[in-house]
């Protein structure tokens, strides 16, 4: 707050949104009405699903599941959740929350806003590193979305499988080490881009590979040239930015980039490309290009739609199926064959098929019953799994 009262940053904090203050009006009157009717006692089993995926993707990285939890942590419910990082199809259960109505509707907001957003981050991020094959992807995205969320954004990118993220906060956030190159304003100071390449070498720690920038003032030809003169065996990379007015056939100024390293003798010389990198532009260039730095079109991801509705209500001493039109009722079970190879179950009936029982419970009365993975662990898990689906066709 500034010394006036009013908010600084249009941002909500984490006490509010664990207090479930972050929520939509219409749960806080249900909440007044059941407590009101008596009905605030009333428990039931409210089931999370994957509800509808963008049109051409066959699968959702379903991610978001360690902040739904601490969000949930503390209030008397139990949550089962499939593992974070699971590829699932649409129509699947991936959580199951367990308790009294009125202890759970102030959280359906803020819960399914971090799963939702997660999922549809670290989807898109998923299918721009399978299609990126054996090339490394670098989530350059922070910039479009507002600062309040960027960790958890620098998160999803990273569990979906991106190489590294930029956000120079991750180390301590996420304990990953951020990866960045330089921005044209660092050059532009200069007035010289052979200055700045030389300035960013001799402050940078050794550490960080030298990747200039080579379109700021020239042609990336030239500007590569003069960098491989600058830096000789100290030049790790060039990262080609080029402006949309000047951008015409991407692939053929990267080919020209690649002929000519060689051709000076330089063939081990790394090519990034960014600015406006999407699953069809990388396609069209990953057999040229080295890295890629990928922003916008995964940060602002096509979204999943993940909806919460109540499946069981607990009334006259047994657990009902009850579900709005358009959901099937009853409190559900997943069990696992193989990558987006599962059976759903109702809840006490037997699989046919599948035995992993992967909907799991994680909150028993709100205590966490089992430890968070971590994002290296989750990454490594859908890592894993897209090794064994195809290439999703690129739109
Ligand atoms: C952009 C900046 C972003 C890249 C491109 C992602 O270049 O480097 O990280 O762009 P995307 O969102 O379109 O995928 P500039 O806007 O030129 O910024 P800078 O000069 O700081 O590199």
Known sequence: MDSMGSPRLYIASEEDIINGKITDVYFVRTRKILEAKGLDKVRVRMEVHVSDLPRGYDWAVYAGLEEALRILEGKPLDVYSLPEGTLVRSGTPVMLIEGTYADMCLYETAVLGVLRQATSIATKAARIKKLARDRKVVFFGLRALHPAIAPSVDRAAFIGGVDAVSGY????????????????????????????????????????????????????????????????????????????????????????????????????????????????????????????????????????????????????????????????????????????????????????RCYDDVLVKWLEGGRLVRDY???????????????KVPEPQAI
């Not at 993975?373 to 090794?387: A, D, H, M």
Request: hydrophobic share 40%; charged share 25%.
């Open 169 to 352: 906060f991750s180390q301590e956030y996420l304990g990953v080490t951020p990866v960045g190159t330089m921005p044209h304003a660092l050059i532009v100071v200069f007035g010289d881009n052979v200055e700045a390449w030389k300035a960013f070498n001799d402050v940078v720690e050794p550490g960080v590979p030298r990747i200039v920038l080579v379109d700021t003032f020239n042609d990336e030809r030239v500007e590569t040239l003069q960098a491989v003169e600058a830096l000789k065996d100290k030049l790790y990379g060039v990262r080609l930015d080029t402006p949309r007015s000047r951008r015409g056939n991407m692939r053929e100024i990267v080919e020209e980039i690649r002929w000519t390293l060689k051709a000076m003798g330089y063939p081990n010389i790394k090519i990034v490309v960014s600015g406006g990198i999407n699953e069809k532009s990388l396609i069209e260039l990953r057999d040229l290009v080295d890295m890629f730095g990928v922003g916008t079109s995964i940060a602002v991801a096509t979204p999943v739609d993940i909806s919460m509705d109540i499946v069981e209500v607990f009334r006259d001493g047994v657990w009902k199926p009850i579900a709005k039109r358009g959901k099937m009722p009853g409190a559900k079970k997943v069990y696992m064959c193989d990558v987006l190879d599962y059976e759903v179950t109702l809840w006490d009936e037997k699989p046919t």
């Open 373 to 387: 993975p971590g994002v290296n662990n989750i990454r490594n898990y859908v890592i894993s799994q897209l090794e």
